[in-house]
T-cell receptor
Framework: NAGVTQTPKFQVLKTGQSMTLQCAQD?????MYWYRQDPGMGLRLIYY???????DKGEVPNGYNVSRLNKREFSLRLESAAPSQTSVYFC???????????FGEGSRLTVL | AQKITQTQPGMFVQEKEAVTLDCTYD???????LFWYKQPSSGEMIFLIY??????QNATEGRYSLNFQKARKSANLVISASQLGDSAMYFC?????????????FGDGTTLTVKP
């Protein structure tokens, strides 16, 4: 009963390095999302994918790219990491028009 | 655009008492849903309760109830009989529910501390 799985759980990068956060869901959900959460704050939407083959920008997309590889997988890429991207990243999914978000456990990223 | 406002950064409640966490929202969407999530210190996000904008009755889930006042654009969470395990951060969120492309917008959260 995996739900939403994110990897890696923790990552430390140096400024300018690149990395990809992986996310996979096994609930056959149509929509997938990437959020970031800075200390003491709520979640801000980076990118989302309403269905397989589509992606759209959220509130804070600068510095990120995404790929909806198939219905199960939605990856987030940082091409040139900056200290301002130090955050906890959450992947989430939901079935479609209604329903709550199902979250992964989060990925803690530190950029030095 | 959607906006969620949670005006209480921190709240304290005595164990076994009830507590209300405030949430106001703003949206021009005719059909929307309001959600509350709990985030314990371990960091995971846990769904608590949902209220649809066209629902006639306030939602309830066990000790959680949502006090929905559409005209005032408020969706307060009421936790009855607080337990120590309720200590956590609580987020109010909303999204359009008439489209697959509905994006959830979150408030900044309220940290609840339950005192023994």
């Amino acid at each position: 009963n995996a739900g939403v799985t994110q990897t890696p759980k923790f990552q430390v990068l140096k400024t300018g390095q690149s990395m990809t956060l992986q996310c996979a869901q096994d609930m056959n959900h149509n929509s997938m999302y990437w959020y970031r959460q800075d200390p003491g704050m709520g979640l801000r939407l980076i990118y989302y994918s309403a269905s397989e083959g589509t992606t759209d920008k959220g509130e804070v997309p600068n510095g990120y790219n995404v790929s909806r590889l198939n219905k199960r997988e939605f990856s987030l890429r940082l091409e040139s990491a900056a200290p301002s991207q130090t955050s906890v990243y959450f992947c989430a999914s939901n079935p479609g028009t209604t329903g709550e978000l199902f979250f992964g456990e989060g990925s803690r990223l530190t950029v030095l | 655009a959607q906006k969620i406002t949670q005006t209480q950064p921190g709240m304290f409640v005595q164990e076994k008492e009830a507590v209300t966490l405030d949430c106001t929202y703003d949206t021009s969407d005719p059909s929307y849903g309001l959600f509350w999530y709990k985030q314990p210190s371990s960091g995971e996000m846990i769904f608590l309760i949902y209220q649809g904008s066209y629902d006639q009755q306030n939602a309830t889930e066990g000790r959680y109830s949502l006090n929905f006042q559409k005209a005032r654009k408020s969706a307060n969470l009421v936790i009855s009989a607080s337990q120590l395990g309720d200590s956590a951060m609580y987020f109010c969120a909303m999204r359009r529910v008439d489209t697959n492309a509905g994006k959830s917008t979150f408030g900044d959260g309220t940290t609840l501390t339950v005192k023994p």
